[in-house]
């Protein structure tokens, strides 16, 4: 993968346009919800990038964040940081090809008329075919999704320029009020913080993704530092524009719901805006599957080589050099999985990813203090006080987001969270025990 295309992953991988970040506005507020999308590229997205921008480089190896932690951690805290990022991704992009198909019934009976899609059957078949079609594509190569991935962001990206482009200009000829109320329907800011921080978490975590193919990209030194630099303004501007350009023209927070971007095109610049929003609301789960599938499939490849899953998903594909095997085992848990409803799951992703996110900020400062003669291409600047600002921040954010949803949903709400935190450990006892009764199945 080349650095340029390695821009456009990350932000396939991160965002795949604001598509999800809809509801913010009905949960959250006007007001806040473009306060929360200005405030968290910089205490949440860009220490995570920074991190990522430092260490991959540093350590450019196929396994990225899960090498850097077992390094500075020990192989113990390794393997946690690979088995909460897995289950958050492994849920998180299986919904993506359901998310499809439940975009393309809703566009082909609007444009069409079609409802075959309206059928169980007909709804699994698509899902199955997608599953299986860029479960092949990540087979053939690295290089290849990088490509598509360039494709993508581009029909991404455009509709949304010319959203926010379109809304501009009429805005300097007929002024339009954005931000009518900061809090949704009179809500206190507390329960506006507790409803819209995981949903503005969740559109902006994923920066350390694709440390996972270092070894397959080209000039990892100059590739992580520019395109996570580029990527977290990039990302911002994707959310905020089309966020502040729909709320003068799209005022009803009642209306800002899942979806709703179609809408908020036709009524900034007509049905052919509209249109071309749907079609990139086909492309968006799409995008975002395929750079999750090449992030993710690494995970239990590097597992493997540590003896904590069958050896087995070590191979390496002899034409394409894709780790085939791994790659095929989440096609085959994505299908498992596809038949699961749509569910609220993103709080409990959120949860997930900061647990492992706090390791990784605790192994860049650790590194830095163990190794300090490592050579770093990009070394976050600010000594160890920027490193530690750099660990603190996205830590304390989650810790914010944690408070607010217990004082307004109560303990009961964290319990699926508890839970699948304390899978790692039970993960980690069982698969020592596994490789002691079985030392020839796992490395």
């Known amino acids: 993968m080349t650095p340029l295309m390695l821009v456009f992953a990350v932000f396939c991988c991160v965002s795949g346009g604001p598509y999800g970040l809809e509801p913010l506005v009905g949960e959250a507020g006007p007001g806040l919800a473009l306060l929360l999308i200005a405030l968290m590229p910089i205490v949440w997205a860009l220490p995570d990038a920074l991190t990522t921008c430092e260490l991959a480089p540093a350590l450019p190896v196929e396994g990225g964040y899960i090498v850097w932690v077992k390094r500075a951690l020990g192989p113990f805290a390794g393997f946690l940081n690979a088995w909460w990022t897995w289950i958050y991704t492994l849920v998180d992009a299986a919904l993506y090809p359901v998310l499809f198909t439940t975009y393309l019934s809703s566009?082909?009976?609007?444009?069409?008329?079609?409802?075959?899609?309206?059928?169980?059957?007909?709804?699994?078949?698509?899902?199955?075919?997608?599953?299986?079609?860029?479960?092949?594509?990540?087979?053939?190569?690295?290089?290849?999704?990088?490509?598509?991935?360039?494709?993508?962001?581009?029909?991404?990206?455009?509709?949304?320029?010319?959203?926010?482009?379109?809304?501009?200009?009429?805005?300097a000829f007929d002024p339009q009020p954005i931000v009518r109320e900061f809090t949704s329907g009179g809500q206190t800011l507390q329960a506006g913080l507790a409803s819209g921080m995981a949903i503005v978490m969740w559109n902006y975590l994923g920066w350390d993704a694709l440390s996972t193919i270092a070894e397959e990209v080209e000039e990892p030194a100059k590739a992580y530092p520019r395109a996570l630099l580029i990527g977290v303004p990039l990302v911002f501007a994707v959310y905020f524009f089309p966020t502040l350009v729909g709320l003068a023209y799209f005022p009803n927070t009642e209306d800002w719901a899942e979806g709703a971007w179609p809408a908020i095109g036709q009524a900034v610049g007509g049905p052919g805006l509209g249109v071309a929003l749907n079609v990139a609301g086909l492309i968006s789960p799409i995008a975002l599957f395929t750079a999750s599938l090449l992030a993710s499939s690494r995970v239990p490849f590097v597992m493997a080589e540590d003896g904590f899953l069958p050896k087995g998903l070590v191979a390496i594909h002899p034409v394409f050099g894709t780790p085939w095997r791994a790659i095929l085992l989440h096609g085959v848990i994505y299908a498992l999985l596809a038949h699961k409803s749509f569910l609220e799951?993103?709080?409990?992703?959120?949860?997930?990813?900061?647990?492992?996110?706090?390791?990784?900020?605790?192994?860049?400062?650790?590194?830095?203090?163990?190794?300090?003669?490592?050579?770093?291409?990009?070394?976050?600047?600010?000594?160890?006080?920027?490193?530690?600002?750099?660990?603190?921040?996205?830590?304390?954010?989650?810790?914010?987001?944690?408070?607010v949803s217990i004082v307004e949903e109560g303990w009961e709400a964290q319990w699926s969270s508890a839970v699948a935190l304390a899978s790692g450990p039970l993960a980690f006892w069982l698969a020592r025990l596994a490789a002691r009764a079985k030392p020839g199945w796992f490395c």
Not at 119 to 138: D, E, K, S, Y
Not at 378 to 386: C, Q, S, T
Request: proline content about 5%.
């Open 107 to 171: 566009f082909l009976s609007l444009f069409f008329g079609f409802d075959g899609l309206e059928q169980p059957a007909a709804r699994w078949a698509t899902t199955m075919a997608v599953i299986a079609a860029f479960t092949w594509l990540n087979i053939r190569g690295t290089r290849l999704v990088g490509k598509t991935s360039t494709a993508f962001a581009f029909a991404l990206i455009v509709p949304f320029l010319a959203l926010v482009l379109i809304g501009l200009a009429r805005m």
């Open 345 to 403: 799951l993103i709080e409990l992703n959120v949860i997930m990813y900061s647990a492992a996110l706090f390791l990784e900020s605790l192994t860049l400062f650790v590194l830095r203090v163990k190794e300090p003669g490592l050579h770093r291409p990009f070394k976050v600047p600010g000594g160890l006080w920027g490193v530690g600002l750099v660990a603190v921040l996205p830590v304390s954010v989650a810790c914010v987001m944690v408070g």
